[in-house]
């Protein structure tokens, strides 16, 4: 079974820059695709960006332009660059792959990013 396993949260002031980081505990070269989810109190999770060998990247329209996913396949690492952080981006971001077509998502534990001066 695939682990993921985030790191990098923290605290950030207005303007700050983060960067957050996945480890895959499996070939992410194989994955159909990778991405960030994030879950706000009190709001349902919602889409960050994702990442896909065969279709680049996508993001949501709220961090086009502030937020950059890229990946290393050699360390089957997945990382999210954040930058002109705001504070209606404090949240519990979550990793996330799906290995095939059909097959159930996988989700790391989540890492606490909370933007406030």
């Known amino acids: 079974q695939v682990q993921l396993v985030e790191s990098g949260g923290g605290l950030v002031q207005p303007g700050g820059s983060l960067r957050l980081s996945c480890a895959a505990s499996?070939?992410?070269?194989?994955?159909?695709?990778m991405g960030w989810y994030r879950q706000a109190p009190g709001k349902e999770r919602e889409l960050v960006a994702l990442?896909?060998?065969?279709?680049?990247?996508n993001y949501a329209d709220y961090v086009k332009g502030r937020f950059t996913i890229s990946r290393d396949n050699a360390k089957n690492t997945v990382y999210l660059e954040m930058s002109s952080l705001k504070p209606e981006d404090t949240a519990v971001y979550y990793c996330?792959?799906?290995?095939?077509?059909?097959?159930?998502?996988?989700w790391g534990q989540g890492t606490q990013v909370t933007v406030s001066s």
């Open positions: 996330y792959a799906r290995i095939r077509l059909f097959s159930s998502p996988i």
């Open positions: 990442i896909s060998s065969s279709t680049g990247t």
């Open positions: 499996g070939d992410i070269a194989s994955f159909l695709h």
